[in-house]
């Protein structure tokens, strides 16, 4: 990726506008520790080169607003119910809402994909969406749920940045360039190089889980320390601080590219985790039945549907408190 500028300004290493890619993704996705923002302070004024790098890296901006995510939830939860509301009272809440209630919704980026990342990101997906992209040199990325990328194919390198949720690449052949231009995925937590591969690529608070398909992937953290190759059927944790191996999570890292959670011996709490990322709200499991042993194929596209399956085939009971809530417990007596 090339660095914009003025000619007869310095050219900055790809190391340096690595790093400041990285601390954008990383100070823009999620919520940021006061920590974090003074290793950034740090790594900004160590170097003239970064702060010109932050300036040139023009797509990261911060989110509008310094307002707290409680507040942004309960101007959701209020434009929740001024839809159900009619006539005049509904006019009047929505005309409250759009002078002061705007500005939160852009703030809050944490659930609200109106937020910043509409604006910042070049796809974004909304929950329960998803959506697949054929970029010009052949390369495919399937968004899921959830989730937003930025691409940048201008220059030396092909550079995916995932800003928020979870993707599957299959690298195209680069005809149109003279040489085949190295692929790379950036997260908060640190980049990934594609050898010629397809991958799953999913953020967690405070890593990200990388799962090979076909070829490899070469994991580098962002604060240094020892890459990572990873190859088909394998799965590692991409943290900061380091690149370890991830155990088996029991459904298919791409099942989502087919519309389906797939597996076997999944346990019921992380099955009902994984639904909940398709659906608006929560999914309760009670601790009870958290531990049991569920197979087979699960389709996102219609979570209830999913629901009313388990209930059928196990001993559950499924609670709906309200059209947000869902509450899995074990099966009623009688």
């Known amino acids: 990726m090339s660095a914009p500028g003025n000619a007869g300004s310095p050219r900055l290493p790809e190391t340096v506008i690595d790093a400041a890619i990285v601390w954008g993704v990383k100070l823009n996705y999620g919520e940021p ?5 003074n290793r950034f302070q740090h790594w900004l004024a160590a170097d003239p080169l970064h702060l010109l790098a932050w300036e040139r890296i023009g797509s990261f901006k911060p989110a509008a607003g310094s307002l707290q995510p409680a507040l942004g939830r309960d101007v959701l939860a209020a434009a929740e ?3 159900r509301q009619q006539g005049h009272e509904r006019r009047r809440t929505l005309k409250v809402l759009s002078i002061g209630g705007l500005a939160v919704l852009f703030g809050w980026h944490l659930r609200d994909e109106l937020g910043w990342l509409r604006l910042s ?7 329960g969406e998803q959506r697949r992209l054929l970029l010009a040199d052949g390369t495919a990325i399937m968004l899921n749920t959830d989730s937003a990328v930025s691409t940048d194919f201008s220059g030396e390198r092909r550079v995916v940045i995932l800003r928020r949720g979870e993707i599957m690449v299959t690298t195209g052949a680069d005809g149109d360039s003279a040489a085949r231009r190295p692929f790379w995925v950036f997260t ?5 190089q594609a050898l010629g591969t397809r991958f799953v690529v999913r953020l967690e608070p405070q890593r990200a889980r990388i799962s090979v398909q076909e070829g490899a992937v070469e994991l580098h953290p962002s604060a240094g320390g020892a890459s990572l190759v990873i190859h088909p059927g394998q799965s590692a944790w991409l943290a900061d601080d380091g690149a370890q191996a991830a155990a088996a999570q029991g459904f298919a890292a791409d099942g989502f590219a087919e519309g389906v959670i797939a597996g076997q011996d999944i346990r019921l709490d992380a099955l009902l985790d994984e639904l ?6 929560i999914i309760s499991c009670d601790a009870a039945v ?3 042993r569920v ?3 699960f389709h996102v596209d219609d979570t209830d549907r999913a629901l009313q399956f388990l209930l059928q085939t196990q001993p559950l009971s499924v609670t709906y408190r309200t059209r947000l809530w869902v509450v899995v417990g074990p099966a009623r007596p009688g």
Do not use: C, H, I
């Open 33 to 37: 520790t006061p920590e974090t923002r």
């Open 81 to 83: 119910r001024a839809r």
């Open 121 to 127: 990101a070049d796809s974004v997906t909304a929950v």
């Open 188 to 192: 908060p937590f640190g980049k990934m």
């Open 276 to 281: 909940a990322r398709y659906r608006r709200g």
């Open 290 to 292: 958290a531990g049991l």
């Open 295 to 297: 197979s087979g194929v």
